[in-house]
């Protein structure tokens, strides 16, 4: 036992605890080509094993915001690693990747093991969702750096997708058609907004409120991002998907014109999918200009899939399968910018 360093406030022994109980957590994300185990100094993997001609790597990294700041008050720590794996898994998703590998990195004031342990638990648990191998990590002990209770948790994957099938937009056309994907809540941006709106509204994450089935608001906000990977692969190999969005920070207006060309713009038809309450709830307690929402939030909308017309009926039975709900959301125009039609 080093005393010194634990008189500095870093528990070692609480640091090979932490490894002890995220083995089994770990070991539930093999995958073929996973090469070794946690405990070395990096991890590995087996690129051979996929049998690509002319693979290439795409990576990601993020982290989970200030979502965080509603696990902490709510004392409930086994969904943001799903965060932290969906924010980067959909992002390498985008270019038509095939998340491979996944690393983690948790920094804490205090090393509460049985915490850890909640939060490895979960990036497990996105890793599996993702097919992807987690593969090494770090756990940061670092006393006074985090107020008692705090922590922070980022991600970093790397993809592989074979040259010829590189998804980057160059397809886009216009006349091209807009498949969203349903999201499952306000995922992983927006929250330092959402927490002004519910601290100037007077309300606490723990307020069951009816709008959301009874449900404590904390709960609904802490409803983990989605993970799009398996089923979104499976469209890209039975159609000629043009474009992939992630709807992040920056709603539809940031996103999704990252995939057009110059000329190019988007015609958003508002009524042919569902706003979620949680937003509704959002717009009206904060009383955001309804226009400015989609600036900010997915709106209901994660993931949006860009592919001819003849191509969308194919795509959206192929999400069906999946248990995802989709459905033509626009079109690509010769007009820059997003248009967005209200209802």
């Known amino acids: 036992m080093a005393k010194s360093y634990e008189n500095a406030g870093v528990n070692l ?20 080509g996973t090469m070794g185990g ?14 690509l001609k002319e693979p290439v790597l795409v990576s990601g990294t993020d982290g989970v915001g200030t979502k965080l700041k509603i696990a902490f008050a709510m004392d409930k720590h086994d969904t943001v690693g799903i965060d ?35 939060i490895v638990a979960g990036v497990a648990e996105g890793c599996r969702q993702a097919g992807c191998a987690l593969v090494g990590g770090e756990t940061a002990e670092m006393p006074g750096m985090y107020l008692d209770g705090e922590y922070d948790i980022a991600g970093y ?30 995922h992983s941006n927006g929250f330092s907004l959402v927490r002004k709106i519910v601290a100037d509204k007077g309300l606490t994450y723990f307020n069951s409120i009816k709008e959301l089935g009874g449900q404590r608001l904390g709960e609904a906000l802490l409803t983990p991002t989605r993970i799009y990977v398996k089923q979104v692969l499976d469209v890209i190999r039975n159609c000629d998907v043009h474009a992939i969005s992630h709807i992040t920070g920056g709603g539809f207006d940031e996103n999704i014109p990252r995939v057009l060309h110059d000329g190019q713009g988007i015609e958003i038809q508002e009524g042919t999918w569902e706003i979620l309450p949680i937003f509704q709830l959002l717009e009206e307690w904060g009383n955001v200009p309804h226009r400015e929402m989609f600036n900010i939030f ?46």
């Open 84 to 118: 932290a794996v969906a924010m980067c898994v959909n992002d390498v998703l985008a270019q038509g990747a095939e998340p491979l590998i996944f690393l983690d990195y948790v920094a804490v004031g205090h090393n509460i093991p049985a915490k850890i342990e909640a």
């Open 38 to 51: 946690i405990g070395s100094f990096g991890g590995m993997f087996d690129l051979s094993e996929l049998g």
């Open 298 to 343: 997915n709106m209901g909308i994660g993931m949006i899939v860009v592919l001819d017309p003849s191509e969308a009926d194919k795509a959206i039975e192929i999400l069906a399968k999946h248990g995802e709900k989709a459905a033509v959301i626009g079109r690509v125009t010769d007009k820059e910018g997003v248009n967005i039609i209200m209802k």
């Open 13 to 32: 022994e609480a640091g090979y605890e932490v490894v002890r109980r995220i083995k089994q957590h770990v070991a539930s994300t093999a995958r073929k």
């Open 157 to 186: 994957t790397t993809g592989a997708v074979e040259k010829s099938k590189l998804i980057d937009g160059s397809k886009v056309k216009v006349g091209d058609v807009l498949v969203g994907i349903a999201s499952t809540g306000v």
